[in-house]
């Protein structure tokens, strides 16, 4: 079945560091690719998306480009902030319609002044 | 846009006991979906509606889990003789469209506790 894999956290950081998580899938169509993110004691909300290969979805100073052939959909930022810090989960969607995400187990971020 | 709202934001319950969560999901948005998060989880699907059909149901939906939307506008979801393993974040979402690039929009869920 579909699957997302992520890479383990905490992931600490400096205030103004380079951010990279990495967000490899697994799916059997050709999925559409997301990013969420959890601020503490918050819902869901869309980070960033791509719907295709090469595509490259950005909001915020986050970007992630859609690599089929490594399948492979990593988030970055050039400069995070304190106010980055929350955790990251990146999902997928396969087949058109009905079929909900399936996320990965998430990437908590912090970030230090 | 109001967002998708959920109730109770917290709801602490004894072993045995029967819970109910309700969400209210974004107006024009069709799609509706529960999905459970436990600590250092990423969200697991339970089930989705269509309008008013329940269309998929996850494994994880037990039989003391039941979901419902009667009008194709607010869900409930119940789970009956609550177990310490379901204590959990239950998370709504509800979509707009049909297309596999359509987003999930979350509400800031129910957080349950089972003593």
């Known amino acids: 079945g579909d699957s997302v894999t992520q890479m383990e956290g905490p992931v600490t950081l400096s205030e103004e560091a380079f951010l990279t998580i990495n967000c490899t899938y697994t799916?059997?169509?050709?999925?559409?690719l997301f990013w969420y993110v959890q601020y503490p004691g918050e819902g869901l909300q869309l980070l960033l998306k791509?719907?295709?290969?090469?595509d490259k979805g950005s909001n915020k100073g986050f970007e992630a480009t859609y690599r089929k052939e490594t399948t492979s959909f990593h988030l970055e930022k050039g400069s995070v902030q304190v106010s980055d810090s929350a955790v990251y989960f990146c999902?997928?969607?396969?087949?058109?319609?009905?079929?909900?995400?399936?996320f990965g187990k998430g990437t908590r971020l912090s970030v230090i002044a | 846009d109001t967002g998708v709202s959920q109730d109770p934001r917290h709801k602490i319950t004894k072993r045995g006991q029967n819970v109910t969560f309700r969400c209210d999901p974004i107006?024009?948005?069709?799609?509706l979906y529960w999905y459970r998060q436990t600590l250092g989880q990423g969200p697991e699907f339970l089930t989705y509606?269509?309008?008013?059909?329940?269309?998929?149901k996850s494994r994880l939906l037990s039989d003391r889990f039941s979901a419902e939307r009667p009008k194709g506008s607010f869900s409930t979801l119940e789970i009956q003789r609550t177990e310490q393993g379901d204590s959990a974040m239950y998370l709504c979402a509800s979509r707009k469209g049909q297309g596999r690039g359509s987003p999930l929009h979350f509400g800031n869920g129910t957080r349950l506790t089972v003593t």
């Open positions: 999902a997928l969607s396969d087949q058109p319609g009905n079929t909900p995400l399936v």
């Open positions: 799916a059997t169509g050709y999925p559409s």
């Open positions: 107006s024009e948005h069709n799609r």
């Open positions: 509606f269509q309008n008013e059909a329940q269309l998929e």
């Open positions: 791509a719907t295709k290969a090469d």
